[in-house]
């Protein structure tokens, strides 16, 4: 099958482990993954801030950019969720019928990774080792707009190597929610003090989600607190296999999906 990258402005600029991850993932199953360089921000940061009218353009470029393929695939709920249920209302909004029947159709083609995998591809068990012990936080877009459901703990759950163990209020947001946490920093930070409590009441030495941002803001706090839990996106252990670097005895410093 041949799969278009939907790489995300935060895979692209921040956290590039994330989108390579999912490259390797994918070819490993046996796909052909293209990445179209036309490709930009999806406008949800726009839409979410009051912004839709500017939102328009970026619309427009993302349906044009992927319009050509069948597939779409993005590692985040977030940004797979605004272009199912923004992009079309942004441009009706803005009375642009012809758009946003494009940008339906685009959006019926565009997975999240952990959905492409399930019920696309029909596998849990990507033949992934991951000797860790490893909680799971569901990430609001992913969980409230999406309804992956279990589709994640799933595919955790086969991995090799892999202890998975339940996140306490695991369906509590974290607290980041784009520029929430900025405009309501003292909120977000008690928000994010209530998730880092409970990721590290697992023991866990991993914290696993679909989406960077979160994982960034996560990670961020957990840093800070130097507690020696690290954050890593979903695609990262799914991609890993033995003997790899992200399944061995080298690892990264950095925080972040």
Known sequence: MRVALFVTCLADTLFPRAAVATVRLLERLGHEVVFPEGQSCCGQMHVNTGYPDQAVPLVRRHVRTFAPYDVVVAPSGSCVGSVRHQHAMVARRAGDERLAARAEDVAGRTWELSEFLVDVLGVTDVGAYYPRRVTYHPTCHSLRMLRVGDRPVRLLRAVRGLELVELPQAEQCCGFGGTFAVKNADTSTAML?????????????????GDASCLMHIGGGLSRLRAGVRTVHLAEILAATEGSETSGQRRRTEVGG
Not at 193 to 209: E, N, P
Request: aromatic share 0%; charged share 25%.
């Open 193 to 209: 003090a209530d998730k880092m409590r409970h990721v590290l009441a697992t023991g866990a030495d991993v914290c696993a989600a």
